[in-house]
Structure formats: structure tokens, C-alpha cells
């Protein structure tokens, strides 16, 4: 990894350059970004894993201190309130000392409920952004997270600077290293729960460190988009596996999905073909291309490879026409990442917050952006067995194309994703993901 030190002094001089810039669009005066609180279970006395603010990530790498606040005007040193309790129950943060920390002017805040010692005396024209607006309000912001200044952060958080950039290649890193270790197991029989023990293992990171709960699905399990139950029980027979796993850096995910067939065999072939027309897919982003274009685009390649494989029959575009592509592949070609999974910003087609909405035959699109360089995406083509889609198809008499013997014989290999992460750059694509050894 490249040292962070240097590309963070141009990161946290993009952020300062962003909040003036905003300031002076909004007429205010200042952000107090608050990491967050922590939330209690009901009936407990047990708190939910603390997951910070994105907008208090985006500054700086703490992620694990509620009550901590970044109090920015864009001209000033950013005024980092730092939560260092006296508590002899739990672990205290130690008072941060990195390569970041010279950057801001921290104060430690021993009280969360004594943070107005800490903030700006006046708050007329500062902003909160955060998630708490009950303390907001007991604290007399009157403006709290404005449509306008959301709206603006969002839409230049999908260009993502080279800190940011190193940081997802590190999460790439980390995660690639689980999915090697998810696949040996696969193959040396592990089961579902197993496989997910080998994979935070081999990433030293815990269920509540990586960035979403993985999806590790054997044989048919594969057919469910957000499978997480983690089966300790292996199936009879072992057929196939799904992995969809990621891995934190500095509050950075990596979102990788690969797909094995345990035999040599017709399974085997169509993960071949989807992992060449993924790659093809990703060979089509460039700047100004319309990622809905290229959604669209998949399920074109993605009626061709039906064709091939006799799965269903017809041209390419009547297949695309009648919705049997959308039949097998019913969710999104992929979306915006960055300090959330699923990166805000997907439908803003401008930095006001124009909102461009996915085509309605294709509602779980997550992205409509025009590509441009610095954004990072990830590219997630699939095909799946899924009954109760199959089942519509019947019912409204759409079911002629579909060759049904074959389907019945993919049906317990459940599905198939191929996902990686991609940077658009201005002249090339970097697939961080292939780059870092996952084929
Ligand atoms: N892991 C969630 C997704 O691929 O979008
Ligand atoms: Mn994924
Ligand atoms: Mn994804």
C-alpha cells in the first residue's frame, strides 16, 4: 500500500475545499458532522455494533467512538471533538496519533451530554449532519442535515480522491485474501458456517468489521439474492458455492462476489461464460457512458449466453423484450462503492440531487450515474434458478422461450455472480479486484 500520509493531505484539503464551496452555496456558516450514538437493544442493556456517520468517516478513519464530532468550516483547522469517557466498563479510545491527527485541532470530550462546551457558541447558520436529531435539537441547530448540502456531499462523494482510492485497493487486498481461503475450504468440504469462519480468519476481521454480512451459499442456497443464514450442515451432495464478501479499510469496503462449481461440468461452463461477459461489461465502462447503458447492455450479452446454453430459445432481443432475461437476472448490473456498500449518490444526475430514476422494468437498478473518472463501481452481473420468478413467467403465459429440462437440471446449482470492484479512470479501467489476483 502506498503510504496514506502524503495523498491524505490533498484528501482533507478536498474535503475543506467541498464544505466552503457549500457553505457559500447555502449561506452558512459551518458542519458539525456527529460519528453517532450508540443504539440500545429493547428491553436490554446491550448496544448494537456502533456503525459511525458515513459523513463523519469521510474525514477520518475513526470508526469505532460514538459522540465524536467534525466541526468544519472549510477555511479553519476542522475541530475534531474526540469521546474519551471516564468509563472502567469498557475500552476507552486511546487519544488518536496518526497520520491524519495533525490535520485537525482535537479537543477530548469527557461528557457526551457537555458537547456545547465544545461546539461553536452560536450555532445560528451551522448545520448538523448526522442521524440524531433529537440531540440536535436539545443543542439548537436549526438546520440539520439540509437537503442542499446532503444533496452536494453526496454527489462528490462518488469521485472518490487517490486516499480513497489507496484505501479500497487496501479493502480489495484484504478481501481477496478471504476469497482464496472461502474457495480451499469450498473445495476441501467445509460447510456454509465453516467457510465463513475460514474467510474473517484469513482477513483477521470480525462479523461486525467487514462492511456487510457475507452471503456464502452452497448448492441451491445460491438462488437467494441476500442468503446469510450460514447452514452449519453440509448438503449431501456439494454442487456449487457463492461467496459474496467484502472486507473493511479505513471505513472503505471491498464487495466481491465469485462463484465455483465443485465438478467439471455444464455449471462449470455458464460461471465461464458469465465471468466473460462480466469482463466484457466491465471493458464497455468509460467516462460519459450511462451506467444504465450498460445494465441494459448485460442483459442483452445475458440473452446470448440463455441461447447458447439452450436455456432458452429465440433471438436475443425478443428474450430481452419478453423479460426472460430479466427472469434469471432480476437484480441490479451493480452500483456505487466507497464508505457505504451501496454508495450514496447512485441516481443524482447532477451535485444538486437531480434525481434520475433506474427504467421502471428494471427497478432494483442502483445506479443511473454518467461514469466519470474517480468513481468506483462494482459490476455484478448474475444469473439465478429462482422459482418464484420462474412461477410468474408461467402464470402469465411467458413461459414458452424457457428450455424447462434444463432448467430443472441448473436448479439445485442455485445461481451464479461474478462481482468485482472497478475505478473508472480517465483513460483505462482499474479492476482493483482482478488486479489483485481473484480470477
Ligand atoms: N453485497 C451486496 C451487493 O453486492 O450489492
Ligand atoms: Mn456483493
Ligand atoms: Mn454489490
Redesign the pocket.
Known sequence: MENLAPLYVNHIAEQNRRVADVLAREQLKGLAIHSGQYHRQFLDDINYPFKPNPHFKAWLPVLDNPNCWVIANGIDKPVLVFYRPVDFWHKVSDVPDSFWTEHFEIKLLTKAEKVADLLPKDLDGWAYIGEHLDVADVLGFKSRNPEGVMNYLHWHRSFKTDYELECMREANRIAVIGHHAARDAFYQGASEFEIQQHYLSAIGQGENDVP?GN?IALNQNAAILHYTALEHVNPAERLSFLI?A?ASFHGYAA?I?RTYAFGKNLFDELIKALDKLQREVVDMMRPGVRFTDLHLATHNKLAQVLIDFDIARGDAASLVEQGITRTFFPHGLG?MLGLQ??DVGGFANDERGTHLPAPELHPFLRCTRVLAPKQVL?V?PGFYIIDSLLSELKAEGRAKPVNWEMVDMLRPFGGIRI?DNVIVHQTRNENMTRDLGLN
Open positions: 456487510y452471503i459474496d467484502g464487495d462476489t452500483h456498500v451501496h462494482t455484478e462481482e
